[in-house]
């Protein structure tokens, strides 16, 4: 395999095995593959709202609206999770809706690096491409889809309504605004993209430190 591949399909792949795995209590596998292209299909529906953006910012002689594709993308993304997952019996847990969001939009967001690395590209390298979105466009989307999931399962287990208005505005926010700063110097755009990690980060923490948690209070129960 060549290495932009690898970069274009590989680090998506990787990120969804980590986030998998980091689960106590595994997810089916065959719904973790239907999840994934459930993604993918996304991008179809995504495309088509997205093309209006471009034709908005024609319109209006605006040099770049792309910041609003959070605005198509993330509805869409949190559309698949409330249809697809959210009434599955398997959805039993806070940390399943942070699988199943990261996997919904990597997903997406492997299908999009394809079209950016092989298909839309004209001006630069396939490698170079593959690279820089490795390393910016493929963890915005994990990010978000973290995001998303922490708001979701708090809403579902928790039960406050305030929780899923935040899985949906908060992600679009945090892509919009990333979208928003691809034309500023690198410093501000991959120290936004440091901040959106690290963030996200302490989100899947806080999930996987109430796995541990349940994990010994179920030992305790049986000593």
């Not at 065959?30 to 709202?49: Q, R, S």
């Not at 298909?119 to 690279?131: D, G, P, R």
Request: net charge negative; proline share 4%.
């Amino acid at each position: 395999m060549d290495l932009t591949l690898l970069l274009t399909i590989g680090v998506p792949l990787v990120i969804v095995a980590y986030v998998v795995q980091s689960d106590k209590f595994p997810e089916p596998t065959d719904l973790v593959i239907k999840t994934f292209f459930v993604g993918v299909f996304l991008c179809w529906p995504a495309g088509f709202l997205n093309n209006f953006i471009f034709v908005l910012q024609d319109a209006l002689g605006f040099e770049d609206l792309s910041f609003l594709a959070g605005f198509t993308e993330e509805p869409l993304k949190f559309l698949a999770f409330m249809m697809f997952i959210k009434a599955n019996v398997e959805f039993d847990e806070p940390m399943d809706a942070i699988v199943y969001g990261t996997i919904i939009s990597l997903g997406f967001a492997t299908y999009e690096n394809i079209e950016y690395v092989y298909l839309y590209n004209e001006e630069f390298s396939s490698l170079f491409i593959a690279t820089l979105r490795a390393i910016s466009a493929i963890p915005l989307h994990a990010c978000c889809g973290v995001i998303m999931g922490y708001y979701i399962g708090l809403y579902t287990f928790k039960g406050s309504k305030k929780y899923i208005i935040q899985a949906l505005l908060i992600p679009i926010f945090v892509h919009a605004l990333y979208n928003f700063l691809t034309g500023f110097p690198n410093i501000i755009f991959f120290g936004y993209l440091i901040v959106v990690i690290y963030f996200t980060n302490n989100l899947h923490k806080k999930f996987v430190a109430e796995q541990k948690q349940k994990t010994f209070e179920s030992k305790q129960k049986i000593r």
